[in-house]
C-alpha cells in the first residue's frame, strides 16, 4: 500500500487526481481505510513520505526501510511506530539508507535520557538538563532571574508571574510559527535544502518543549 495525504496531480501518469484510496494507487483495498487494510493479511508492506511518521498505533510493524534525512525528535517519533508489541513479535529491524548511525543514536540518546530523568535522583543530572535548556538560546539568566523573583516574592500575583514569563513564551511561539510558515513555504517550491533547515528548526523547538518537561518532572 500507498499512503498519503491530500491528492496529487501528475498528468504525465493520469488524467485524474490521485489519492491513496484511487484504485490504481490502491487497488486491493475495497473501501478500506488504511490502518484497516494494513491490519488484515493482505498488506505486508506500507509506502509512505511523511504521513504515519507519528501517531501510527499498528503492533504488526517489525520492519522499517528509511530514505529519508531524520533527525531529533523526528526521528524518535518515526523509528517509535516499530515500539509495539505483539504476540509472536520477538525483533524489529532498520534498514536505513541515508541517517548516519551516530546522528540517530544521538537522537534516541537525547529523547530517553529526558524521558526517564522523572524516576532518577541524581542531582548532576538535573544541572546537565539545565545546562543543555540553557545552551538551546531560548531565553537568557536576565529571564530566569526574572521569574524567580515574582515566583519567592510573597506579594507578588499570578498577573505578575504571566508577565514574566510572556516575552520568553511569545518569542518561542513566533519562532515555531515562523518555522511552520517556512517549512510551508519551502514544500510548496520543492526546495529540498530549505525544507530541510526548517524541519530541523521545528524539530529543536520541540526537543526543547520535551526537555523544559522532563526538568520539571524532575
Known amino acids: 500500500m500507498v499512503a498519503f495525504s491530500g491528492e496529487v496531480i501528475d498528468p504525465q501518469s493520469g488524467p485524474d487526481p490521485f489519492s491513496e484510496t484511487s484504485k490504481t494507487m490502491n487497488p486491493n483495498m475495497k473501501g478500506q481505510g488504511i490502518r484497516e487494510a494494513f491490519d488484515t493479511d493482505e ?5 509512505v513520505a511523511n504521513k504515519f511518521q507519528t501517531g501510527f498505533d499498528q503492533p504488526l510493524l517489525c520492519g522499517m526501510y528509511v530514505d529519508k534525512r531524520l533527525a531529533g525528535i523526528a526521528a524518535v517519533q518515526t523509528l517509535s511506530r516499530l515500539n509495539r508489541s505483539y504476540s509472536g513479535k520477538d525483533t524489529t529491524y532498520v534498514v536505513d539508507f541515508v541517517n548516519d548511525p551516530e546522528d540517530i543514536l544521538l ?11 522523572a524516576n532518577v535522583t541524581d542531582p548532576h543530572l538535573v544541572f546537565d538538563l539545565r545546562m543543555k535548556l540553557d545552551a538551546a538560546g531560548f531565553y537568557d539568566e536576565f529571564e530566569v532571574n526574572r521569574v524567580v523573583d515574582v515566583e519567592f516574592d510573597p506579594k507578588s500575583k499570578q498577573s505578575d508571574l504571566a508577565g514574566a514569563l510572556e516575552p520568553v513564551v511569545s518569542r518561542l511561539l513566533h519562532r515555531y510559527k515562523a518555522a511552520q510558515d517556512k517549512l510551508k513555504i519551502a514544500n510548496a517550491k520543492e526546495d529540498t535544502k530549505a525544507s530541510e533547515d526548517a524541519q530541523n528548526e521545528l524539530n529543536a523547538l520541540l526537543l526543547f518543549k520535551y526537555d523544559m518537561g522532563g526538568f520539571q518532572r524532575m
Open 43 to 47: 498488506f505486508q508492506i506500507l509506502l
Open 107 to 117: 537522537a534516541l540518546k537525547a529523547y530517553y535520557e529526558t524521558a526517564e530523568l
